[in-house]
């Protein structure tokens, strides 16, 4: 596999080791958008303890807003990070 199937790969069952965990098998849930955010995405959104701060994410992820974050939604918030993470590195 290429590189970037690996990528897609890893983005596609990072999503399921998450979502997998409680209620609904294809969506996260607050609980499980958490844990992920805090076992995969640390380094960009801190340790989120701030409840009020997880909600907001949540909230603003939640596009459709059936109260959980099904994988179109997440897609959506690794590929802003990644356009943020190609701008500071092309920044001149
Ligand atoms: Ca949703």
Known sequence: MSQLQ??????????HKYSGKEGDKFTLSKGEL??????????????SKDQAALDKIFK???ANADGSVDFQEY??????ITMLCNEFFTKK
């Open 6 to 15: 690996q990528a897609m790969t890893m983005l596609i069952s990072t999503f």
């Open 34 to 47: 958490k844990d992920l955010l805090n076992a995969e995405l640390k380094e960009m959104f801190g340790q």
């Open 60 to 62: 603003d992820l939640d």
């Open 75 to 80: 897609v959506t918030l690794v590929a802003c």
